[in-house]
């Protein structure tokens, strides 16, 4: 499993961990629930609240590293950045998807979360299993197989390993922290 990142240091190349499995239309009030979009905003705060209407015990649980899988149109709804960022805080590895609500998948890369659309490792994948993903080799490691992806350009890479779009973009700049 992934260790846990220190605030400064990113490990996002090769991610490893168990896979939480949820169906169709994963939406983002479901993912983090509006009531507490203007309530909270503490990012460990978000974390608590990750999931809880739709799996009550993953916040709980949930280990870094772990994988989301889910089904079609992830993260579908409104545009707020809490459902992405609910899930960076409980240190998700990365979400797999047959597919992602546009400004969903735009909220990922901004905030480092790696979102992958796989229809065929979701088909095969269950809750429960043990993936690895590489994300420089386009690989989802499964003991029932391994699932390319299109390669991810190199910006995105470079936004993923500088932590989100706004170090990326401080550190294009040379602005410092």
């Not at 890369?109 to 490792?121: C, D, K, T, V, Y």
């Not at 391994?146 to 779009?165: K, N, Q, Y």
Request: hydrophobic letters at 40%; glycine letters at 10%.
């Amino acid at each position: 499993m992934r260790k846990t990142p220190e605030p400064t240091e990113v490990q996002i190349m090769s991610i490893s961990g168990k896979v939480w499995k949820y169906g169709d239309d994963v939406n983002t009030d479901v993912i983090f629930p509006g009531k507490y979009t203007y309530t909270v905003s503490d990012l460990a705060e978000m974390g608590e609240h990750a999931l809880e209407d739709l799996d009550p015990e993953f916040r709980f649980q949930v280990q870094p590293g772990d994988v989301i899988v889910a089904g079609k149109n992830f993260g579908c709804g409104s545009s707020r950045e809490q459902a992405v960022k609910c899930l960076v805080a409980k240190q998700v590895g990365a979400v797999i998807a047959r597919s992602f609500a546009r400004i969903y998948y735009r909220n990922c890369i901004n905030n480092a979360l790696p979102a992958i659309a796989s229809p065929e490792a979701v088909d095969a994948i269950e809750a429960g299993d043990e993936v690895e993903v590489d994300l420089e080799a386009g690989e989802i490691r499964t003991a029932k197989g391994t699932f390319a992806f299109p390669p991810l350009p190199e910006a995105v890479m470079g936004i993923f390993e500088a932590g989100g779009l706004i170090p990326y973009t401080r550190k294009r700049l040379g602005i410092a922290d």
